[in-house]
């Protein structure tokens, strides 16, 4: 099977590609930046296309000519003080990478999708697929995650045929290789991943419910999806949801409770005072996003996760101690010292338009 991976780079990507590769799929892997050594470099066709401008159509119709599926995964978590790149990135990379699967006759596109497309949670009962997916109004993540349902909405109405769509909305994944690039998106260039595991506490509202899954098991979901060709939405969880104590334990801290409206406002604080590269949506995020049904996922792709969301947060925080990094540029390794170099080549990762 020949399969083009947006994002191939990223978190998920990387996990996705090398399970491709072990099945023996021919793989192109399109990103803005592509890997220079390694077997990600030597074993996947590379495209370079910038998906947050028109000027990628061409490439990625050349890309897609011939395939047998495109995986849609490339989205944008900063700069968080240019939502509009960050829209045009994701709604906008979406639309393109629509209209090039249609242009080139691909006959099945999986995207993904998020829990965070969905609505805000009513409580704690897990949630099917046939939840609202308008969005956790606060949270620029989650609007921009919906608009780009409504996409694939309208693209399903029209009959457009090809490509037949299927939407995977995992919960907050977790992934070792993915800690450098988490500790450069979410924690200030002057603090060490290690300080992350020594604090004495740690301020969270004890109503956190967090669906939470393993970056290799979404990679699992998606290859299941390609032999499959299903079309519609998955939601893909772990089990158990994690709490404030388990947040807290794994950090090897003690959790205090802080309402989740003194979090968001101490977050909006700290991110307009350049404190802090988050902004507060993200606290939004966390105490609204459902929990999620996984039978469909089980049942129609015979999908189960080999990680609890309890080990998968164990992994991941163990990276972020040691600053684990993965073999792209999107994955490179993270330190003060090369954060502290790229904001003064580069300026704050909260403004640039390409990080």
């Not at 691909?106 to 939840?131: C, F, I, N, Q, W």
């Not at 995650?145 to 009959?159: N, T, V, Y």
């Not at 993915?178 to 500790?183: V, Y």
């Not at 999107?330 to 909260?350: D, F, N, Y």
Request: proline share 9%; with cysteine.
């Amino acid at each position: 099977m020949r399969v083009v991976v947006t994002g191939a780079t990223g978190n998920l990507g990387t996990a996705l590609v090398t399970r491709l590769l072990d099945a023996d799929h021919e793989v192109v892997g399109i990103a803005r930046r592509t890997p220079s050594a390694g077997d990600l470099a030597e074993l996947v066709t590379w495209v370079p296309a910038d998906l947050s401008r028109d000027a990628c159509a061409p490439a990625l119709r050349g890309a897609m000519r011939g395939a047998d599926a495109v995986v849609h995964l490339a989205w944008g978590f900063q700069p968080s003080r240019r939502p509009d790149y960050l829209e045009e990135l994701g709604v906008g990379g979406t639309r393109r990478v629509l209209a090039a699967a249609s242009a080139a006759g691909v006959p099945h596109l999986v995207h993904l999708s998020s829990v965070g497309a969905y609505a805000p949670k009513r409580d704690d009962v897990p949630v099917e697929e046939s939840y609202p997916t308008t969005g956790i109004p606060g949270s620029p993540y989650s609007r921009h995650k919906s608009a780009a349902e409504r996409l694939l909405d309208r693209h399903e109405a029209d009959g457009a045929g090809a490509p037949r769509v299927t939407r995977l909305r995992p919960g907050i994944l977790g992934h070792r290789a993915a800690a450098s690039a988490l500790l450069r998106y979410g924690v200030p260039a002057l603090v060490p991943g290690a300080a992350l595991t020594r604090l004495p506490f740690v301020p969270l509202d004890r109503r956190l419910a967090i669906p939470a899954v393993h970056a290799d098991d979404v990679a699992a979901a998606v290859a299941l999806a390609l032999d499959r060709t299903p079309g519609g939405a998955f939601n893909l969880m772990a089990e158990p949801p994690l709490g404030s104590h388990d947040l807290a334990a794994a950090l090897g801290a003690r959790a205090v409770h802080v309402p989740g409206r003194a979090l968001r406002a101490a977050a909006w604080a700290t991110w307009h005072a350049r404190l802090q590269p988050l902004d507060p949506g993200w606290v939004d995020l966390a105490m609204q996003v459902p929990l999620l049904d996984t039978t469909r996922a089980r049942v129609e792709l015979g999908w189960t996760p080999v990680h609890t969301a309890e080990a998968t947060l164990a992994e991941l925080v163990a990276g972020l101690r040691d600053s684990a990094s993965g073999p792209s540029p999107v994955l490179r390794p993270r330190s003060v010292a090369r954060q502290l170099s790229e904001r003064l080549r580069r300026g704050p990762i909260t403004r640039r338009e390409r990080p």
